[in-house]
């Protein structure tokens, strides 16, 4: 191709460049003497006429004329770009002030790479916008097309550098030997035999050992206070699962009084049926003595843990003379007891009972009613808080305890089933062998006993099967068996009679269910819970009241092992997450053995029961669902924390080395907000955009010459970062100190972020108050936009009739009282989002937030929660608000109300890569603006309007975007009204140069100072897109006047090339007078893709 033809920068003939040497045109002497010269770039070899001036006007020394031209007087220099063509350009496009580069001029600029922007209307490698030759291109289907497309040629849409650059750029024992000891184990060992016996021994053993090795590395991990499972789980896995297993645990030792009760109160019975001494009958008996017993038992729990202790240690001692009474008695083989089925021990007799023998029972069922007898090993956890040293105490009795019971379980398994046949009559008419008895074969007949009438259909009374008192038989002397039974029976059941209203205590203390704070209280100096002792009576007697130890121990076994399970896993969840503060001074556990352990505790709930288990993990999910929703407002450290933490760090880097996407694309926004109190509606509507979507951070610069309080910094981020999650805002709060704005803004723009997780999109409000304001603040305001494009960020601007900022409402309340307007009427919960107590003097609600430590009654700090409810404190009197203040705070919040049937209007005019279709796109997807239609508006020719409207369908369901209609405007580029012209020029009259009306060297001084006057040329050159930016605020008040929300094509200004005032003027002009309009310009790469 050869040298492009003329374009020129206003109505009147220029002459024609050299075709082989570029040369700028000058100006005639009429024209300003601030010039703008078109660079026009070959096509041919791609060189280009080197721009050495600085970024911004410079000055620079007069420069020849083209031929035929006259001298050029202008030394200010505004570069852009000219076209190159086959075919002249009109001379309108270069008064657009964006014209187009031919395709050797984009190949140039690029580094080589070419780029065919190819118009398919008029077969030129033009741009054809609205009509006018523009680099700005409308968005088109074929800029995302991928390379390889084999329906047609991928174009390259302009980048954003080619519209906006310069052309420069322990007590378990007691509790473990319970009920099953003397009066079940036998029943067992009956069902099972010695070796299955064993074996459900040493299952229950190895679930508790390993749990019991998880409880201890929790347990000296650190402090532990009273609450037992509770607190472990709670503090190691957080609240959620903590709160949702401390009530069930609690519930669980509640009904373990019953069965212990049960149990006890079975022996009594059984003893008054011996006597004849029945009241009712034996189920109604239960149900009297049992009563009796819990009114007994809850009279020393009441009275206090000294008492409780006592009273343990003195059960303890009876149990373990009992014990060494039956083995002794064992060995005594006494001719009296054989009717009852005890002929000591017999090697026929153990070979007999050493494999099963079921009666309406499995392995599973029979192993369902041992294992509550090892719930017993939280016992002492449970009472942690009552220790003396529990972090000595708990690993040390819990393993030893453990050790010890199942010697003794495996042992009492062993002698009973070697010396105690399963059945016996007990009658003396079968004392000797009857003669001529055939049926008679198993170890009694040798012994010369025929109990061979005992059928499951037809039991007899005596024998492993049918006397849960037949240790008593077999012991030395059988009262102390009783007594015995009574110890384990009423030990166990004061332990958990204790231990569960000491866990639901600790639970209430924690508030983490509604309605139940009052069992918190504690009574006396040991801080009894008093009401929860009357609580655990009340569901204890419930459960007596069944009477079948048999039908109440598996209701509560699937309860214990869930905590158990839970406790494991705390153990394997610290581990995994390799927090530094899991540090367990136990050293005996490890965290894969503690994961079988959890496994194992889920199977063994579904083998003993597969409903009962389904109902407790249902149970447990819904409390877990339920504590996740409130979020209770505690920061335990726990271990879920750590591997979060772990989690986010391994995937940011793993994102690091995986290459952006256009499918995976999110939009990440800085939002400059300042305090995230000022500008609520600007923080409301991007949240609805970017929640559980993309990034949010909240940008605030202070600006301050003076050296920086960093330790009021520090609590600002912290009281600030508190305020966004009480208000249910997922975004992050940073802030930075710098000489000004636009340095801070930098600062933001380069290192806020972290790897992937980086904002690429800049969200402003819009600045109201620039024609009122310093013009210096609209230079940076603009500069602070031209940064963002320069970095590669996406630019939005909120815009709302009665602006953004209610910090000056804020200032008018009492702020000693820590009270904001903007969280009064906020529509979370509390009415303050700041949990800072009120300071003894007057302090700056957004720049002195104290920052306070929370104790407990005993007045002992601990950790202090993240989010703190807020106290409510009486707000002072304050000034009434007037009018636009009261109208200014209701339209803060108007992005948090449900939105009614309307529409999101959609102005996509120019190809960003997707953005300004995405951002609407996103919003209309959200809850509160679902009633909302999408309407796009787009412009084209009004020769074409039904084949672009076609296109612009076919675009939308390719992205699969559902819309309501869509709107070609042929019409953007017809004069504007008289009225918006005037209007325009009083905007701008006062930032004017007026060049012409002062001398030379006062002109270039005065530009020289002031960067944003808009001089005469440049209005000139700029005319046409300055006629579009009124034109397209009358169309859309005629279009979009009843609208929710506007989102519309963000004009572009090339840097250095349009003023600031001139810029800020476009974009005041545009959004002027209309319902909320977000601006916006992607930059330039696709965020959208309609390929899989």
């Not at 969200?763 to 009122?772: A, E, S, Y």
């Amino acid at each position: 191709m050869s040298a492009s033809p003329p374009s020129a920068t206003r109505g009147d003939q220029l002459p024609l460049p050299e075709p082989d040497a570029l040369k700028p045109a000058g100006p005639t002497p009429s024209q300003s003497r601030f010039q703008v010269d078109l660079v026009s770039e070959s096509a041919g070899d791609g060189n280009t006429t080197p721009d050495s001036s600085p970024p911004d006007y410079t000055p620079e020394p007069p420069r020849e004329s083209a031929p035929g031209g006259e001298e050029a007087k202008g030394r200010f220099r505004v570069v852009n770009f000219a076209a190159s063509s086959p075919d002249a350009a009109p001379a309108e496009s270069a008064q657009n002030g964006d014209t187009v580069m031919s395709e050797g001029s984009l190949h140039s600029s690029t580094g080589g790479q070419q780029h065919h922007h190819y118009d398919t209307h008029t077969n030129t490698y033009y741009l054809r916008t609205f009509g006018h030759n523009t680099i700005d291109a409308v968005p088109n289907i074929d800029f995302y097309r991928q390379t390889a497309a084999p329906l047609g040629e991928k174009l390259i849409r302009p980048t954003l550098s080619e519209l906006h650059d310069e052309l420069d750029k322990v007590r378990c024992m007691l509790n473990i030997w319970g009920v099953m000891l003397f009066i079940r184990m036998t029943w067992i060992v009956g069902h099972a035999g010695i070796a299955y016996s064993c074996i459900i021994v040493l299952m229950a053993t190895v679930v508790t050992s390993i749990t019991g090795c998880s409880t201890s590395a929790i347990a000296t991990n650190g402090f532990v206070r009273g609450g037992g499972a509770y607190y472990l789980i709670s503090r190691s896995l957080g609240p959620e699962f903590g709160g949702s297993i401390g009530l069930i645990f609690a519930f669980a030792n509640a009904v373990a009084v019953a069965m212990y009760v049960v149990g006890f109160a079975e022996t009594v019975v059984e003893l008054l049926m011996d006597a004849g001494m029945l009241m009712l009958d034996k189920n109604n008996d239960i149900r009297i003595v049992g009563t009796i017993t819990v009114i007994l038992l809850l009279g020393i729990s009441v009275a206090g843990m000294e008492w409780e202790a006592k009273a343990q240690i003195f059960l303890l001692v009876i149990l373990v003379t009992a014990i060494f009474n039956y083995f002794i008695g064992s060995f005594i083989a006494v001719e009296s007891k054989q009717k009852y089925g005890f002929f000591g021990y017999d090697a026929g007799i153990l070979a007999e009972n050493f494999g099963p023998d079921f009666r309406g029972e499995t392995f599973f069922s029979v192993f369902s009613i041992f294992f509550p007898a090892a719930t017993g090993i939280l016992a002492g956890a449970n009472i942690s808080g009552d220790l003396a040293d529990p972090q000595m105490a708990i690993p040390r009795g819990t393993m030893l305890a453990i050790l010890i019971t199942g010697l003794v379980y495996v042992g009492v398994a062993v002698s009973t089933g070697a010396c105690i046949v399963r059945d016996a009559t007990g009658e003396d008419s079968n004392f000797t062998l009857r003669a001529g008895a055939v049926n008679c074969s198993d170890a009694a007949c040798k012994l010369g006993y025929d109990f061979s009438q005992c059928t499951p259909q037809s039991p007899c009374k005596y024998g492993l099967f049918n006397d849960f008192q037949v240790m008593s038989v077999a012991s030395g002397f059988s009262p102390l068996i009783t007594a015995g039974i009574f110890s384990a029976t009423l030990s166990s059941a004061l332990a958990s009679l204790v231990s569960a209203p000491k866990v639901f205590q600790a639970l209430c203390k924690d508030n983490i269910y509604p309605g139940i704070a009052g069992f918190a209280k504690g009574y006396g100096k040991n801080n009894e819970p008093l009401r929860g002792y009357f609580l655990t009576f009340g569901i204890a007697l419930a459960f007596i009241l069944i009477a079948e130890l048999n039908v109440i121990a598996p209701i509560i076994s699937n309860f214990f092992l869930a905590s158990y399970a839970l406790i494991n896993f705390s153990v394997f969840h610290a581990s995994l997450a390799n927090s530094p503060g899991w540090r367990p001074s136990f050293k005996y556990y490890n965290m894969w053995v503690s994961l079988a352990g959890a496994i194992l505790c889920c199977v063994v709930m579904f083998v003993i029961n597969w409903w009962a288990a389904l109902l407790t993990n249902v149970i447990v999910l819904s409390l877990y669902i339920y504590v996740s929703y409130k979020k209770p407002d505690v920061n335990w450290g726990s271990s879920t924390q750590a591997l979060t933490y772990h989690q986010a760090l391994a995937h940011s880097l793993q994102l690091c080395g995986v290459a952006d996407h256009v499918k995976t694309f999110r939009p990440q926004c800085l939002v400059m907000t300042g305090a995230p109190t000022c500008r609520p509606a600007l923080l409301h509507l991007v949240h609805a955009f970017t929640k559980n979507v993309g990034l949010m951070l909240c940008g605030h610069v202070r600006a301050s010459s003076r050296r920086p309080n960093l330790k009021e910094l520090n609590n600002d981020m912290i009281r600030y970062q508190r305020w966004l999650l009480h208000n249910n805002s997922k975004a992050f709060y940073t802030s930075v100190v710098s000489e000004d704005l636009r340095q801070g803004t930098q600062f933001l723009l380069q290192a806020a972020g972290l790897g992937r997780l980086r904002p690429n999109t800049l969200v402003l409000g819009f600045k109201n108050d620039w024609r009122i304001g310093d013009i210096k603040d609209v230079e940076t305001y603009i500069n602070i936009i031209h940064d963002a494009f320069d970095c590669q960020y996406g630019v939005v601007i909120l815009r709302l009739r009665e602006g953004l900022d209610i910090s000056h409402i804020q200032g008018q309340d009492d702020t000693s009282a820590i009270k904001d307007v903007v969280v009064s009427v906020d529509t979370s919960k509390d009415s303050d989002g700041d949990s800072s107590k009120p300071s003894s003097k007057t302090t700056s609600v957004q720049n002195s937030p104290a920052v306070q430590k929370d104790e407990d009654d005993d007045g002992k700090a601990h950790t202090r929660p993240l989010l703190k409810k807020a106290r409510t404190y009486k707000r002072s009197p304050t000034v009434p608000l007037n009018v636009a203040d009261q109208q200014l705070l209701d339209a803060s919040q108007q992005f948090q109300k449900k939105q009614g049937k309307g529409t999101v209007d959609v102005w996509w005019l120019f190809d960003d890569g997707g953005l300004t279709l995405l951002i609407p796109y996103l919003i209309a997807n959200k809850k509160k603006w679902k009633d909302c239609k999408i309407r796009v508006f787009i412009g084209g020719k009004i020769n074409r309007i039904d084949h672009d409207r076609r296109a612009m369908a076919t675009l939308l369901s390719k992205f699969r975007i559902d819309f309501s209609d869509i709107t070609v405007l042929g019409d953007i580029n017809t004069k504007p009204k008289s009225e918006g012209l005037e209007e325009f020029a009083e905007m701008i009259e006062r930032y004017k140069l007026r060049e012409d009306d002062m001398e030379q060297e006062a002109a270039e001084k005065l530009k020289s100072e002031e960067p944003w006057r808009i001089t005469d040329n440049e209005l000139e050159l700029y005319k046409a897109k300055s006629n579009r930016q009124i034109r397209l605020n009358e169309l859309l008040k005629e279009h979009s006047s009843t609208a929710n929300l506007i989102v519309m094509s963000m004009p572009l200004a090339r840097k250095g090339a349009v003023s600031s005032a001139l810029y800020m003027a476009w974009l005041d002009t545009i959004s002027k007078d209309l319902p909320p309009i977000l601006l916006v310009r992607g930059n330039h790469q696709s965020v959208l893709t309609f390929y899989s």
